[in-house]
């Protein structure tokens, strides 16, 4: 999925942001159990996650950006009552330090 979204094209040039839903929604689609979206992130071996009882952020990045090259990856899972993914909102961020 990671490599996926990194190569996306920021089509953007005022934000520099890209929406990458349709990629994060063929791995974790709309129904699927907190534990297994919690299992799957685990397993892209980089990044972060931070929870609450609501919803898991998963972040991270690659690159540096004072070579123009960083891009920042933003998924924001939220929750139902059952614990099943109700929404999911992602982007890339080229993030360029100069």
Do not use: C, W
Not at 40 to 52: A, N, P, R
Not at 62 to 72: C, L, P, Q
């Amino acid at each position: 999925m990671l490599d996926e979204i990194y190569g996306t094209k920021i089509p953007n040039t005022a934000t520099q942001r890209a929406d990458v839903n349709t990629i994060v929604s063929k791995y974790l689609p709309i129904g699927t159990s907190r534990k297994e979206a919690q299992e799957f992130l685990k397993g892209l071996s980089e990044g972060s996650i931070d929870e609450s009882p609501g919803e898991i952020v998963y972040t991270t990045r690659r690159g540096e950006g004072f070579k123009g090259n960083r891009r920042d990856i933003l998924v924001k899972i939220q929750f139902d009552s059952n614990n099943n993914i109700e929404s999911v909102t992602s982007f890339i961020h080229k993030a360029n330090n100069l």
